[in-house]
Antibody, heavy 119, light 111 residues
Framework: EVQLVESGGGLVQPGGSLRLSCAAS????????MHWVRQAPGKGLVWVSR????????SSADSVKGRFTISRDNAKNTLFLQVNSLRAEDTAVYYC????????????WGQGALVTVSS | QTVVTQEPSLTVSPGGTVTLTCASS?????????PNWFQQKPGQAPRALIY???NKHSWTPARFSGSLLGGRAALTLSGVQPEDEADYYC???????????FGGGTKLTVL
């Protein structure tokens, strides 16, 4: 059974940093692109970042470029999102999602990790 | 800034049919945008329904179908059930920039 479990969320002050993790199980992580998606309270979904199977290629939304970094450790079956220089508008639930092989969509999602940026 | 537009809200009667659409500010949506559709109920993570315009996941109910209609991606629900009341999001892939953009979502009410 495919499972994605996020962790590392919490309350952080403006300007602070966090590292989100997404533990993957039930499939071979290195065979899939992976994504981060966020959702501010009461708002819609926003794609954040994507990484290819071996971690050699990434892309991100303009709103997080230079502040957020996606990475992965396939040996530990874990995806990461390093979030720096946090702003109030980064407050959201952060989801990891698995990419669909030979296509450009997502199939499985984690349950999400809440990041709250507030002083 | 690329914008993907969906109807903010739609209402359908149980057993009825409704079509949700997804438009891109860059022009007509084609299969090259690999349209995806997701369902999200309150307090839950999104659930994938459709990928690559019209392909269903193994868990997608048969009453959901995806297509291209008039330059937009479309999600049609036929024989709507009360449990279909949810927010629906489309997702488009912009290959030149290797980015994905979600639509703003459609709140579907079954009434």
């Amino acid at each position: 059974e495919v499972q994605l479990v996020e962790s590392g969320g919490g309350l952080v002050q403006p300007g602070g940093s966090l590292r989100l993790s997404c533990a993957a199980s039930g499939f071979t992580l290195s065979s899939y692109w992976m994504h981060w998606v966020r959702q501010a309270p009461g708002k819609g979904l926003v794609w954040v970042s994507r990484i290819n199977g071996d971690g050699s290629s990434t892309s991100s939304a303009d709103s997080v470029k230079g502040r957020f970094t996606i990475s992965r450790d396939n040996a530990k079956n874990t995806l990461f999102l390093q979030v720096n220089s946090l702003r109030a508008e980064d407050t959201a639930v952060y989801y990891c999602a698995r990419g669909i092989r030979n296509s450009y969509g997502f199939d499985y999602w984690g349950q999400g990790a809440l990041v709250t940026v507030s002083s | 800034q690329t914008v993907v537009t969906q109807e903010p809200s739609l209402t359908v009667s149980p057993g009825g049919t409704v079509t949700l659409t997804c438009a891109s500010s860059t022009g007509a949506v084609t299969s090259s945008y690999y349209p995806n559709w997701f369902q999200q109920k309150p307090g839950q993570a999104p659930r994938a329904l459709i990928y690559s315009t019209s392909n269903k996941h193994s868990w997608t109910p048969a009453r959901f179908s995806g297509s291209l209609l008039g330059g937009r991606a479309a999600l049609t629900l036929s024989g709507v059930q009360p449990e279909d009341e949810a927010d629906y999001y489309c997702l488009l892939f912009y290959g030149a920039d290797r980015v994905w953009v979600f639509g703003g979502g459609t709140k579907l009410t079954v009434l």
